[in-house]
């Protein structure tokens, strides 16, 4: 496995805004990366940029589906319960 590089300072002082101000933290980058959790997630948000801006705060109401009624009759067109058996139409 390979070492990890040291992140430099100017990414630790960027990645400590964008957290400061997304979760309410202080603005004083000192005082933020002397406190031993936050200073460990910055550090980790410097060494998976995608992972720390990826995480959504509200779920857009379509994802939360599982499932579309029927335009006719209003019956779900995917039967969970029947796929988790093993069910299968041709049966």
Same mark, same amino acid.
């Given at each position: 496995?390979?070492?990890a590089?040291?992140?430099?300072?100017? +990414?630790?002082?960027?990645?400590?805004?964008?957290?400061?101000?997304?979760?309410?933290?202080?603005?004083?980058?000192?005082?933020?990366? +002397?406190?031993? +959790?936050?200073?460990r997630l910055?550090?980790?948000?410097?060494?998976?940029?995608?992972?720390?801006?990826?995480?959504?705060?509200?779920?857009?109401?379509?994802s939360?589906?599982?499932?579309?009624?029927?335009?006719?009759?209003?019956?779900?067109?995917?039967?969970?319960?029947?796929?988790?058996?093993?069910?299968?139409?041709d049966?």
């Amino acid at each position: 496995m390979a070492a990890a590089t040291e992140p430099t300072e100017q +990414q630790l002082r960027e990645a400590c805004g964008r957290m400061a101000r997304r979760f309410g933290w202080p603005d004083c980058f000192e005082t933020v990366m +002397q406190d031993a +959790q936050r200073s460990r997630l910055v550090r980790l948000a410097v060494a998976h940029p995608s992972a720390a801006g990826a995480v959504p705060r509200h779920l857009p109401r379509s994802s939360l589906r599982t499932h579309s009624p029927s335009p006719t009759t209003g019956i779900p067109l995917f039967d969970g319960k029947r796929a988790a058996s093993g069910e299968r139409a041709d049966d």
